[in-house]
């Protein structure tokens, strides 16, 4: 079985691996006839495309950051910041991989047999996310009235940007797509002609406390999918150096741990790659990774040039908030 470690320790650069990884994938997959190898493989490549040829990302990004000179605008008391990032190699990785084992999984619990070919197939058709952009708010406590609080009235303002996003970007060739959370609660924040588009985490927040608004667009001029979050920055904190970011390591090992004690070796070769792959990249020393432009004294101490572990940066737009005493002129 190929597997993306065997490429991480010979100095090569990040495009070099992607594509030595899906050749010899691509060669396997054809001698032992599997086809979910070789629609791995056409993942590979749409990362691989993304890091090469990627003079579209001005494109976009510069109609994204006319939504940025709008809140600027509107909005000068916030402190906002905008990120952007290609996911990085591992994570993408980590991520086919994972979902071939959370579906296999659920449908084996839920059927008692595994998933058709085309089944398994067609549930691999959901990554929109490989280019993703955040929206971070925060209001300076000097801008609070008595009886405010920071989080009430900073998610006031994160869903009133949100109502304003999908039209504005819609405008520049973006298409919202429907979002694909059914059943979930709506905040009366959130306005109805955009609350379909929506993921809504903050009204329906997971159960790690997770909280954020996620959106999918297919931007028409580059023909690829965006996915857009946008959170306070008590979410954003949260996420990035809270319980969901630390715990999440540790009940993901005991989730998938129980997947593999659910399904047995060697009935679904999909299932046990996949595993196998996740399992094996959870289980890295980044230290010990020899990859152009990449460096890391430990699992915490990251020096990633590259997109290899923590995506590669497409931009970072920060605003400040303009007034910082209680005198607004």
Request: with cysteine; net charge negative; hydrophobic share 35%.
């Amino acid at each position: 079985m190929k597997k993306l470690n065997d490429y991480l320790y010979s100095g090569d650069t990040v495009l070099k691996i992607l594509q030595r990884y899906s050749e010899d994938l691509k060669q396997s997959a054809k001698e032992s006839n599997n086809q979910i190898d070789l629609l791995h493989c056409n993942f590979l490549l749409q990362i691989a495309e993304l890091l090469e040829h990627n003079d579209f990302l001005t494109s976009q990004s510069q109609r994204i950051r006319e939504f940025y000179k709008l809140m600027a605008n509107d909005y000068p008391f916030l402190a906002f910041t905008f990120k952007g990032r290609i996911k990085s190699l591992i994570r993408a990785e980590a991520k086919f991989n994972g979902y071939i084992v959370e579906y296999i999984h659920e449908y084996y619990t839920q059927y008692g047999n595994y998933p058709s070919l085309p089944e398994l197939k067609n549930a691999l058709n959901c990554f929109r996310d490989l280019i993703a952009y955040r929206i971070v708010i925060s209001l300076p406590k000097c801008h609070l009235k008595a009886g405010e609080t920071s989080a009430d009235e900073e998610i006031k303002y994160l869903y009133d940007v949100a109502n304003q996003l999908p039209g504005f970007l819609e405008e520049r060739g973006f298409t919202a797509e429907l979002s694909a959370l059914t059943g979930q609660k709506k905040s009366p924040l959130l306005k109805e002609n955009v609350c379909p588009y929506y993921r809504d985490y903050i009204a329906n927040s997971e159960p790690n406390g997770y909280r954020s608004l996620h959106i999918t667009f297919y931007d028409n001029i580059a023909r690829c999918h965006v996915e857009v979050q946008l959170r306070t920055k008590e979410m954003d904190d949260f996420a990035e150096i809270g319980p969901a970011n630390h715990l999440g390591y540790e009940k993901r090992q005991e989730s998938e741990r129980a997947r593999r004690d659910a399904i047995p070796t060697g009935e679904n070769i999909y299932f046990d790659d996949a595993y196998e792959r996740g399992i094996i990249l959870q289980q890295l020393d980044l230290s010990e990774l020899d990859v152009n432009m990449f460096a890391a004294v430990n699992n915490s101490l990251i020096n990633d040039g590259c997109g290899l572990y923590r995506g590669r940066l497409i931009l970072p737009y920060e605003h400040l908030s303009r007034f910082q005493n209680d005198l607004i002129d």
